[in-house]
T-cell receptor
């Protein structure tokens, strides 16, 4: 079974631009979560989608948004980029349906650098 | 108070020794507990998960859960240099919460 696929692997953007990251979950997984990882803050939860609906949201500004498509693929968008948005963005999928008892499986991540 | 607390380390153990990694959590309603390993520059990789009080063994890894004490640990027996990584504890209740990780170095 193919794992979680994230594209692109690396991105360099300038302040004020916007960016879209893509994630394809493991086949059959309907839950997709996004995390931001920085050296100082660890893994920070952005949001989770299940069957095209946002099921949970972390404490990030509205510049961070996401969506999920009917095939469970997900995208996240960051508008008006700031230097502090430089981070590794991780997507994770899960076979969980009603709760959070199944493990998350992470993709390789997208490393975003904002200059 | 953070949802999940881990000692950041670094923790250093000699090759062949037992490495003990600890994690505490604040939400008594948490149901599922996970350990991930993350090599530098890579994404987290699932090592083990545990749902019930007690021990769960998988090869050289043992996860231990004590819900009354809100404590979960990971033991790595016969530690190898390839075990050198950051270990993330994750706890799930109404969502996943991750600790900031413990850096482990196994010295040959």
């Amino acid at each position: 079974k193919a794992g979680v696929t994230q594209t692109p692997r690396y991105l360099i953007k300038t302040r004020g631009q916007q960016v879209t990251l893509s994630c394809s979950p493991i086949s059959g997984h309907r839950s997709v979560s996004w995390y931001q990882q920085t050296p100082g803050q660890g893994l920070q939860f952005l949001f989770e989608y299940f069957s095209e609906t946002q099921r949970n949201k972390g404490n990030f500004p509205g510049r961070f948004s996401g969506r999920q498509f009917s095939n469970s693929r997900s995208e996240m968008n960051v508008s008006t980029l700031e230097l502090g948005d430089s981070a590794l963005y991780l997507c994770a999928s899960s076979s969980s349906t009603g709760g959070y008892n199944s493990p998350l499986h992470f993709g390789n991540g997208t490393r975003l650098t904002v200059t | 108070q953070k949802e999940v607390e881990q000692n950041s380390g670094p923790l250093s153990v000699p090759e062949g020794a037992i490495a003990s990694l600890n994690c505490t959590y604040s939400d008594r309603g948490s149901q599922s507990f996970f350990w991930y390993r993350q090599y530098s520059g890579k994404s987290p990789e699932l090592i083990m998960f545990i749902y019930s009080n007690g021990d769960k063994e998988d090869g050289r890894f043992t996860a231990q859960l004590n819900k009354a004490s809100q404590y979960v640990s990971l033991l790595i027996r016969d530690s190898q240099p390839s075990d050198s990584a950051t270990y993330l504890c994750a706890v799930a209740g109404n969502q996943f919460y991750f600790g900031t990780g413990t850096s482990l170095t196994v010295i040959p």
